[in-house]
């Protein structure tokens, strides 16, 4: 139990292009996800917390006009790269926090994004 | 700002133990501990939670101690497929910080 998915594994876009990466919880309820950045050989960086129904919380430093968090229902987060810069590549990865549950969460597979 | 510091690498033979320790000194009360191994271009992989004294379960021990400001993973008898990133994340109901990372490397 506790999987988390994403979608897509891997993308490549053009600099000034939007993408859209998914996480899906696929056998639980997540009122809360994470999102994540993390660059090569480096710890995970937090960028934003997002609840169900409700605006995404993002950490200092981070452009929430630039990385777009929508959080629609309890087993779905989207996180949208807007306007993307070669800058932008890194690898996205997002969690899940068990609703009612203490502080454990479950990650997902990460997306590898790549802007040329 | 909040450091939740590890060492960068350890390096152990085959079927020994290891232990990786994760230093906290800023806990807040509320707080967890959790451990995770990364693979390569995957996701962080749950390994161990607790909160104080030792937990322990079918991969690996945690020891925090009464004042909390560390924590110790312990893998008993690491084989080659351990080689991997193990990182501590100190988490509670408004904040959240990862460890720095240890790299940890299996030698035959």
């Known amino acids: 139990g506790a999987v988390v998915s994403q979608h897509p594994s891997r993308v490549i876009c053009k600099s000034g292009t939007s993408v859209k990466i998914e996480c899906r919880s696929l056998d639980f309820q997540a009122t809360t996800m994470f999102w994540y950045r993390q660059f090569p050989k480096q710890s995970l960086m937090l960028m934003a917390t997002?609840?169900?129904?409700?605006?995404?919380?993002?950490e200092q430093g981070v452009e929430k006009d630039k990385f777009l968090i929508n959080h629609a229902s309890l087993t779905l987060s989207t996180l949208t790269v807007t306007s993307a810069h070669p800058e932008d590549s890194s690898f996205y990865i997002c969690?899940?926090?068990?609703?009612?549950?203490?502080?454990?969460?479950?990650f997902g597979p990460g997306t590898r994004l790549t802007v040329t | 700002l909040a450091k939740t510091t590890q060492p960068i690498s350890m390096d152990s033979y085959e079927g020994q133990e290891v232990n990786i320790t994760c230093s906290h000194n800023n806990i807040a009360t509320n707080d967890y501990i959790t451990w995770y191994q990364q693979f390569p271009s995957q996701g962080p992989r749950f390994i161990i939670q607790?909160?104080?004294t030792k937990v322990t379960n079918e991969v690996a021990s945690l020891f925090i101690p009464a004042d909390r400001k560390s924590s110790t993973l312990s893998l008993p008898r690491v084989s080659l497929s351990d080689t991997a990133v193990y990182y501590c994340?100190?988490?509670?109901?408004?904040?959240?910080?990862f460890g720095t990372g240890t790299r940890l490397t299996v030698i035959p």
């Open positions: 997002s609840n169900e129904g409700s605006k995404a919380t993002y």
């Open positions: 607790g909160y104080k």
């Open positions: 969690s899940a926090r068990v609703r009612g549950g203490l502080s454990e969460q479950y």
């Open positions: 994340l100190r988490t509670g109901a408004n904040n959240l910080f």
